[in-house]
């Protein structure tokens, strides 16, 4: 019963009031980059949750039977970056043989995620609160999905922002970057948010 | 320094490990691609216009392969790379002339206005209003759907309040075409310079009551045309490019101005003298001609 009040509180915290963009500021660059279109951004989204999800299990495993093992730990870093260019690298080949319409729907979005740093951000926040492997997985994936809810409010907000009346100067990522900073506030209200 | 050692063992094993895997993991997933898309992409635009309708040059070169797009559907690409494209794919060069958009209306401020539009600057969305801010139905509203939609730079929006296209720029990739919600831009021959620049298929009166450059239907330019390449068709006068050589005669006839491009005063008038004179000669030549058959005939 714990471990599952305790996943809930997880999976609550990295959606909403530990939001891995609003709250803890990785991952800005795709969220930047590719929020003009919501289409765009929902491909984003789902391929960083699922890379998130699953860098997160395999990186559990790499730092308990590999790193700890040898006293390691402060390899980390180093290592895990390893693990997330080649686990991306890996998924896109097994994409294009097996689902190619998921390739193509992910298309240019899965190689860009080997850089972005809330993948990375999330297995090291794992191994900092000592998560165990559920708990870990678990955050890996709501920890993406905070980030597919972030991206595409953002996107939808971009796109609706062609009808708004704003200084002409304030063109192009100014006002994405007004919008984005607008948007923090509004979900640092989540952080009152204590159910347990 | 064996702390050292055992980490230089230990992530080099791992990458290793890794590198291996995703080895073996390549000649797995291997998926085969035919090296002959690279190439095709390679003669492509690479602008992504979606002009040819794909989305994308990488749709576009795939559809190529596919055979469901002709070689040619590339059109920034140009000739050049079509026939490079045929090559690949074994087939004849393909033969034609360059095109380049042009825009069926030259109204834009000699058009009467309705309404003022106060709405976003968006052709689409002024044509949803009441039917649009203009009382000419096929004419420009202005607001640059398609200067929006041109990666090239060729569109704009003219001095007198209608877009325009630079020829030089325009690659007739058609995505202007493709925005413009009154469908007034069409393709034509790079090398024809004259053409109607009016859509408006209303007849006489209400053609003119709505815009001072409308074309009314009134069939001078047919009638003036020497090679039979002006026709009147549902109220417009329209062009065959087959036939039209650029004598710009029927510029001259036009009482509307809308045949760009457009004569100016001077040279109608000019051009009136000359025909007043060629009927003057004419007649002179058929009187002398009657009177030295009268004598003959005496």
């Known amino acids: ?196 | 320094m064996g702390n050292m050692i055992a980490a230089i063992v230990v992530l080099g094993v791992l990458g290793a490990a890794f590198g291996l895997v995703l080895a073996v993991a390549s000649k797995i997933f291997e998926v085969k691609k035919d090296p002959r898309e690279e190439q095709i992409l390679s003669h492509l635009a690479g602008a992504n216009c979606g002009g040819c309708g794909f989305p994308g040059c990488g749709g576009c070169a795939a559809a190529i392969l596919a055979g469901t797009a002709p070689v040619t559907a590339c059109a920034p690409a140009g000739p050049e790379n079509a026939a490079a494209i045929a090559k690949i794919m074994g087939q004849e060069a393909p033969t034609g002339e360059r095109q380049v958009a042009f825009v069926r209306c030259n109204g834009g401020l000699n058009a009467k206005k309705r309404f003022d539009y106060v709405g976003v600057k968006d052709c689409t969305a002024a044509t949803k209003v009441a039917a649009g801010p203009l009382d000419c139905a096929f004419g420009c509203l202005g607001f640059g759907s398609c200067v929006a939609a041109c990666q090239f730079g060729a569109m704009s929006i003219g001095p007198n309040g209608s877009a325009v296209v630079d020829p030089d720029k325009c690659t007739a990739c058609m995505a202007c075409a493709n925005a413009c919600p009154r469908h007034l831009i069409v393709s034509v021959p790079a090398s024809k310079k004259v053409h109607v620049a009016c859509a408006n298929q209303d007849k006489g009166k209400a053609a003119m009551s709505v815009c001072s450059s409308s074309c009314i239907g009134c069939g001078l330019c047919q009638k003036e045309c020497k090679k039979d390449a002006i026709h009147v068709v549902n109220g417009v006068a329209v062009i065959d490019y087959d036939k039209c050589v650029g004598c710009k005669l029927c510029t001259k006839v036009c009482p509307r101005d809308a045949i760009l491009p457009a004569a100016t005063a001077e040279e109608k008038e000019k051009y009136k003298a000359i025909k007043k004179a060629q009927a003057e000669k004419a007649k002179a030549a058929a009187e002398a001609k009657a009177a030295e058959a009268a004598g003959a005939a005496q």
Do not use: H
């Open chain 1, 1 to 196: 019963m714990d471990q599952i009040f305790e996943l809930l509180a997880i999976t609550l915290g990295a959606i909403l009031a530990n939001n891995f963009i609003f709250s803890q500021f990785l991952g800005i660059c795709p969220f930047l980059g590719v929020s003009k279109k919501i289409d765009t951004a929902v491909g984003m989204g789902i391929a960083v949750t699922f890379v998130m999800g699953l860098a997160s299990a395999v990186c559990y495993v790499v730092n308990e039977f590999v790193l700890t093992r040898f006293g390691l730990e402060y390899m980390q870093t180093v290592a895990f970056i390893l693990v997330i260019a080649s686990l991306v690298q890996f998924i896109e080949m097994f994409l294009q043989k097996s689902m190619p319409s998921l390739y193509t729907a992910l298309g240019v979005y899965l190689p860009l995620i080997t850089t972005n740093c809330a993948v990375l951000g999330v297995v090291l926040l794992n191994v900092q609160s000592n998560y165990n492997f559920i708990s870990s997985v678990v955050y890996g994936i709501t920890g993406g999905l905070g980030f597919l809810l972030a991206i595409v409010l953002f996107a939808s907000i971009r796109e609706r922002l062609v009808f708004a009346d704003y200084p002409k100067n304030w063109d192009g990522f100014p006002i994405a970057l007004v919008t984005a900073g607008l948007m923090a506030l509004a979900f640092m209200g989540f952080s009152g948010l204590k159910v347990w």
